[in-house]
């Protein structure tokens, strides 16, 4: 725990509904997804580049992440079905079981995400503003600080 820790959070982009007999986690980005997802890339080629990456295994977080993929160039990804309907805290212990790759995105969906960024920046899940479709949260945890409610520092907050 020498080094601090960054978090960037990406909400996927804006997904089509889903069709007859489609699952929720079949769901594709829909036209509007895709040019949302091509923003986040944008503004995220602007950022410290992530050492790792954390996929929901949803087609849409997948689509999103390689628009994002396309501007950042190859980066160590990882699916992890645990991002998918996950909660707060499972999202927590997760970026903890990655915590050695010091900058981590993480691609997934609300309302995990928006009430996690809300935890680590204010110490209550449930005091949030809500995360757009393709919307960014960046967190830094200091050096040596703990993973946990209100230890990180919101350093930007992007969307589409």
Do not use: K
Not at 44 to 57: F, I, N, Q
């Amino acid at each position: 725990m020498n080094e601090s820790l960054r978090i960037t959070l990406l909400r996927h982009a804006h997904a089509a509904p889903a069709g007859p007999g489609q699952s929720d986690a079949d769901r594709s980005l829909s036209p509007t997804g895709e040019a949302e997802a091509e923003a986040a890339a944008r503004w995220l080629a602007a950022r410290p580049r992530p050492r790792r990456v954390l996929c929901s295994p949803a087609q849409r977080t997948r689509q999103t992440l390689a628009l994002v993929e396309e501007s950042l160039g190859f980066i160590d990804t990882r699916i992890e079905p645990d991002i998918y309907e996950a909660t707060p805290g499972a999202l927590l212990e997760l970026i903890d079981r990655h915590r050695e790759a010091g900058e981590i995105l993480l691609v997934g969906h609300n309302p995990g995400f928006e009430s996690l960024a809300a935890l680590l920046a204010t110490g209550q899940s449930g005091d949030h503003r809500g995360m757009p479709p393709a919307g960014i949260a960046e967190l830094e945890l200091a050096a040596g600080a703990e993973l946990e409610p209100g230890a990180a520092r919101l350093v930007a907050f992007w969307s589409p």
